[in-house]
Nanobody, 124 residues
Framework: QVQLVESGGGLVQAGGSLRLSCAASARTLSYYRVAWFRRAPGKKREFVATIDGSGITGNHADSVKGRFTISRDNAKNTVYLQMNSLTPEDTAVYYC?????????????????WGQGTQVTVSL
């Protein structure tokens, strides 16, 4: 069992930046692909980004490409999401997830482990 804890959310003005962290309880986080998802009020959960266990390959949703960057530090058992040029449309609860069971890494249902989420609010 892997426990994931997100942090780094908060209130920021449009155009600002935040860095989210996803810390894992297990020292074997490096074995797992990790992803970030988000859920805005009244909307479905949305894929944001994913990174493989080695940290070499990251993929980002088109809606955040060029603004957000996923990375990881396996020595710290932590995955990050650097978010720049934030807009009010980025307002959501952000979740990290690990260990997808299938090949579609953007599908939330395939992930075994989830954090509790961290709120990101972007104001005008």
């Amino acid at each position: 069992q892997v426990q994931l804890v997100e942090s780094g959310g908060g209130l920021v003005q449009a155009g600002g930046s935040l860095r989210l962290s996803c810390a894992a309880s297990a020292r074997t986080l490096s074995y797992y692909r990790v992803a970030w998802f988000r859920r805005a009020p009244g909307k479905k959960r949305e894929f944001v980004a994913t990174i493989d266990g080695s940290g070499i390959t990251g993929n980002h949703a088109d809606s955040v490409k060029g603004r957000f960057t996923i990375s990881r530090d396996n020595a710290k058992n932590t995955v990050y999401l650097q978010m720049n040029s934030l807009t009010p449309e980025d307002t959501a609860v952000y979740y990290c997830a690990a260990n997808p069971s299938g090949p579609d890494y953007s599908t939330a249902e395939s992930y075994s482990y989830w954090g509790q989420g961290t709120q990101v609010t972007v104001s005008l």
